[in-house]
T-cell receptor
Framework: AQTVTQSQPEMSVQEAETVTLSCTYD???????LFWYKQPPSRQMILVIR??????QNATENRFSVNFQKAAKSFSLKISDSQLGDTAMYFC??????????????FGAGTILRVKS | DTAVSQTPKYLVTQMGNDKSIKCEQN?????MYWYKQDSKKFLKIMFS???????INETVPNRFSPKSPDKAHLNLHINSLELGDSAVYFC??????????????FGPGTRLLVL
């Protein structure tokens, strides 16, 4: 079974600075997808960024980028120029795109990020 | 326009009651899901449906019965509610089951409190 580990329960960062959230996962699969979701106090789950395992290039979305290390099974999220609105719980998630697997997302325990002014 | 909507947003009820949570998506997606987020914020899949058919049931008690009347709707009915059912329930949808359009979009969640 796949597992996802987020080893940082809480982190804080000053506004405008950069912060990196860690995620490691365990799988024997070679084809899979990885995601970062953000859950602000409003409770809404918002997709931040996604990475296909077959792509060597790290995904980027504006201020958000990932460092995907397939051999190390590591998928960290870097947030540049942190903003107060980035304050949220961040979840790392793994998905195996096989019909019998039902596309289920396997989530890590989450990291609470607080951006301070 | 809300992509994935859930009703109600809050639900407070007594132990032993039966309740339903409705989910609708207007994205034209084929696949829908239910996730449960417990008091420690841990998220876990409950069900996955594709074209109204159940694909996975992740060892959920049979008191939970999902129903998909059409591709745009996946409702969750819970019988004989227990204290441990208190959680936030999220509905999600994705374009299809296995392919490049598998990103899941979540509804706003339904906070269920069983007293």
């Amino acid at each position: 079974a796949q597992t996802v580990t987020q080893s940082q329960p809480e982190m804080s960062v000053q506004e405008a600075e950069t912060v990196t959230l860690s995620c490691t996962y365990d799988t024997s699969e070679s084809n899979y997808y990885l995601f970062w979701y953000k859950q602000p106090p409003s409770r809404q789950m918002i997709l931040v960024i996604r990475q296909e395992a077959y792509k060597q290039q790290n995904a980027t979305e504006n201020r958000f980028s990932v460092n995907f290390q397939k051999a190390a099974k590591s998928f960290s999220l870097k947030i540049s120029d942190s903003q107060l609105g980035d304050t949220a719980m961040y979840f790392c998630a793994f998905m195996k795109p096989i019909m019998e697997y039902g596309n289920k997302l396997v989530f890590g325990a989450g990291t609470i990020l607080r951006v301070k002014s | 326009d809300t992509a994935v909507s859930q009703t109600p947003k809050y639900l407070v009820t007594q132990m032993g009651n039966d309740k339903s949570i409705k989910c609708e998506q207007n994205l034209g997606h084929d696949t829908m899901y239910w996730y449960k987020q417990d008091s420690k914020k841990f998220l876990k899949i409950m069900f996955s449906y594709n074209n109204k058919e159940l694909i996975i049931n992740e060892t959920v008690p049979n008191r939970f019965s999902p129903k998909s009347p059409d591709k745009a709707h996946l409702n969750l009915h819970i019988n004989s509610l227990e204290l441990g059912d208190s959680a936030v329930y999220f509905c999600a949808s994705s374009q299809d089951l296995a392919g490049v359009r598998e990103t899941q979009y979540f509804g706003p969640g339904t906070r269920l409190l069983v007293l």
